[in-house]
Every structure is written in C-alpha cells, then in structure tokens.
C-alpha cells in the first residue's frame, strides 16, 4: 500500500483499532483516534506493557 493511499483512508476513517501481539502471544488491542485538525500522524498512546 502506498502513503498517498494510506493518507487517504486516514483522512476518510479517522477512528480504528490497532491490534499487536504481545510478548507473551496475547493480543494487544488500542483504539486510536486522528485529530483531523492535526498533521496527517496517527498517535499511539504508550502503556507500561513494554
């Protein structure tokens, strides 16, 4: 997936999950939101998990 594209889905789904596995195999799921007044980065809200 090119950056243009994945700006775009951004721009037009500006709510998501975002799921990682932890070390331990369990998943990780974060819900993460983009302030459409913002630059184009998504921020990810860091835990005490790593």
């Known amino acids: 997936m ?5 700006q775009k889905f ?3 789904n500006h709510r ?3 799921v990682a ?5 369990l ?3 974060t819900l993460v ?3 459409s007044s913002l630059s184009p980065l998504l921020v ?3 835990t ?3």
């Open 2 to 6: 090119a950056i243009a594209d994945v």
């Open 10 to 12: 951004i721009a037009e």
């Open 27 to 29: 998943p990780q799921i």
């Open 44 to 46: 990810f809200p860091k």
């Open 33 to 35: 939101t983009r302030d």
């Open 16 to 18: 998501g999950v975002f």
């Open 21 to 25: 596995r932890k070390r331990d195999g």
């Open 48 to 50: 005490g998990d790593d």
